[in-house]
């Protein structure tokens, strides 16, 4: 695989790096060009489509003996971001950038031409994996609205750094953000933030079901800077907490997106059936466990899978849906932490298990307990 | 505004008298060299070179001209002594270093000779300190031969692109690998790190590259611990020439313009690591 781009391409694609850095650690590289990256508790994925359009030049090159679909370069994100770091400077110097994969010898091989006749070459190692997928079906969500990035950057904004969490809420007349605490609403402790729009701001809005969804913000706002960077609108679908939500943008050459699980209210126990549901005004939800540092503990591996799992093939970048059922206990204490990410599959010959995980990856084949259904 | 608080006669004492109106013209450039605590002095009628050494392999030497100095008086051939620098970059900076237009700090340096400390005079605002700093039995400093009939390969670079390069550089990598070339890749800095190797690449013809003379092609690994002090020296200059002998000891020069634009240089040389075939 060979391609190229030019000018703000390269930046637009240092932007990318920059926000899949703020999801996981490792990053997967497809041709056709795909960058998807997930954290390790598997509570956010990330993925980055970049169009054939997208480029100056792209060919699939001698990748013809292999099939192109099957290669999959598993990256260490911080060797790709260092590359990336200051995108000021790539943006005054950089004219041209060069990404190509040689298979027989394991490297990525991105070359920056640079003013001056500068050329710099960096042959980076990759690991062959096995493909990370995991979309999620955004047209069953109930709740969607759509907004200039700006609009949401704005929103966010009013947060702290270092505010872990927070609760979109959504209502027929309001849509609202507030920041989210864990361990309940202590008023002496905390700087409490809460800001209320009218649907009328938003480009799109739809609401199927009343819901309040609290999800991790740190992993998010690598989206919605590249978002603003390139003023694209961000589209947000969700449904009851406990499910997925998905921030989206996409334009003629590129689709990128976060799924972010959200926390289960204490109310459901258990994978919820994709019905209007409708969430208590202020969800009692169980400790907090949906930032990756504070999964860690927790045992949601892919080993877990349990014998009734499916995976649906997809072609490249149309949403496809796999539930897995993680071996978790489907009856948590209320002490333990879940990280609850629910999805339903188009065909709906799974089981109502236990709570799935959002995105799987594996680099062994016995992991795979079914083959995949194409 | 001259410092002249010692009279004709106490000079005559002195074995070395150099003053300078802005003492930032010496103390910047003594910043670029400082990766050890010692520093060996050396002066002639020429100047003042002053030299930093780390375990023989590495060599870093800032030179200024006597022309540079507001007065340079120098009653022998040769002059020579060691101090600690971090303890004379403290003295010369004792005014607090304020960067206020117009404000400088004077500054009259004078040694009495062999046994004696280093006498500093340092003037702002009226306000006169007096520094005197122990010296030592100056080493000798190690002589890497490398002269000028020797060199396979030169270039002179404009050092904004190498800052760069320099401040990108991944330090994971253990060495830093510099091929020179009469053909392609003509200039290349090289690492090896951990997620994998990286190169940059200077053309012969690049509007950077104000000269380009190689002979040979020659590729030479040098520890990257050892070339990471220079960057010092790199973010202060203008120009830097680099040179490689026969035998594979790198020397760069870098080409720094004081506060008042005159021209002083800043010199390191390093051993190669090992000696790589070219393939």
Redesign the interface.
């Known amino acids: 695989m060979n391609c190229i781009l030019e000018g703000s391409a390269v930046k637009a694609f240092g932007k990318a790096i920059h926000a899949l850095s703020r999801i996981g650690d490792e990053l997967w590289l497809d041709p056709m060009l795909a960058l998807r990256s997930v954290n390790s508790a598997h509570s956010a994925y990330a993925f980055f489509l970049f169009s054939p359009l997208f480029f100056q030049l792209y060919s699939l090159g001698s990748v013809s003996e292999q099939d192109p679909e099957s290669i999959h370069c598993k990256l260490l994100i911080k060797s790709l971001l260092s590359l990336f770091r200051c995108l000021a400077s790539i943006e005054r110097n950089v004219e041209r950038c060069q990404i190509s994969i040689s298979t027989s010898n394991d490297r990525v091989v991105i070359q920056f031409f640079c003013r001056h006749g500068i050329t710099k070459t960096y042959n980076l190692c990759f690991q062959e994996s096995e493909a990370l997928q995991a979309v999620f079906a955004s047209h069953l969500c109930p709740n969607v609205i759509k907004a200039p990035a700006r609009l949401l950057g704005d929103m966010v904004m009013h947060f702290p750094v270092s505010q872990e969490e927070i609760t979109l809420s959504m209502s027929p007349l309001r849509v609202g953000l507030r920041n989210y605490y864990e361990g309940g609403n202590d008023l002496m402790k905390n700087m409490y933030t809460e800001m209320s729009l009218h649907p009328d701001e938003f480009d799109y809005f739809q609401i199927g079901v009343e819901s309040e969804i609290t999800f991790c913000l740190k992993e998010l706002r690598g989206l919605l800077s590249f978002a603003e960077s390139l003023s694209l609108p961000v589209s947000v679908h969700f449904g009851a907490a406990g499910k997925p939500v998905c921030f989206s943008v996409e334009d003629l050459v590129l689709e990128a997106a976060v799924v972010l699980a959200t926390l289960v209210d204490s109310e459901s126990r258990g994978p919820s059936q994709p019905t209007k549901t409708l969430a208590p005004t202020t969800p009692r939800c169980v400790a907090a466990a949906l930032p990756a540092a504070s999964c860690e503990a927790d045992s949601r591996k892919p080993q877990d899978l349990p014998a009734a799992m499916e995976l649906i093939a997809s072609s490249q970048g149309s949403p496809i849906i796999y539930p897995l059922a993680a071996a978790d206990d489907a009856t948590t204490p209320a002490s333990s932490a879940i990280c609850s990410l629910l999805f339903r599959a188009l065909s709906s010959e799974q089981e109502d298990d236990a709570c799935a995980v959002l995105a799987f990856y594996s680099d062994e084949e016995e992991d795979y307990t079914n083959s995949p259904i194409i | 505004m001259p410092l002249s608080t010692q009279s004709q006669a106490d000079d005559e004492q002195y074995v070395l008298v150099a003053s300078l109106d802005n003492a930032r013209n010496l103390s910047n450039l003594l910043k670029a060299i400082t990766f050890k605590d010692h520093a060996i002095f050396s002066a002639t009628p020429n100047g003042l070179k002053v030299t930093v050494e780390e375990s023989k392999c590495l060599q870093a030497n800032a030179f200024i001209q006597a022309e540079i100095f507001q007065e340079f008086t120098i009653r022998e051939d040769s002059v020579g002594f060691q101090v600690n620098l971090t303890v004379l970059l403290d003295c010369l900076s004792i005014f607090g270093g304020s960067t206020v237009p117009g404000v400088s700090t004077a500054l009259r340096m004078c040694y009495r000779g062999y046994g004696y400390p280093l006498t500093l005079f340092l003037e702002e605002g009226g306000v006169v300190t007096v520094c005197k700093i122990n010296t030592q039995e100056p080493e000798e400093p190690v002589d890497f031969e490398f002269c000028s009939t020797n060199v396979t390969n030169k270039v002179i670079l404009q050092s904004e692109?190498l800052k760069?390069?320099f401040s990108?550089l991944?330090m994971t990598s253990e060495v830093l690998q510099i091929t020179m070339s009469p053909s392609q890749p003509y200039f290349r800095l090289s690492t090896f790190g951990?997620?994998?190797?990286?190169?940059?690449?200077?053309?012969k013809?690049?509007?950077?590259m104000e000269l380009f003379r190689c002979d040979k092609t020659q590729t030479n690994r040098y520890k990257m611990s050892l070339l990471k002090p220079s960057t010092k020296a790199l973010a202060l200059s203008c120009k830097v020439s680099v040179r490689t002998d026969s035998r594979g000891f790198l020397s760069l020069q870098y080409l720094v313009r004081n506060d008042d634009g005159q021209i002083c240089f800043v010199e390191y040389f390093c051993c190669p690591d090992e000696e790589v075939e070219e393939e």
């Open positions: 692109s760069e390069a990108e991944d951990n997620s994998g190797n990286a190169h940059y690449d200077y053309p013809d690049s509007d950077m």
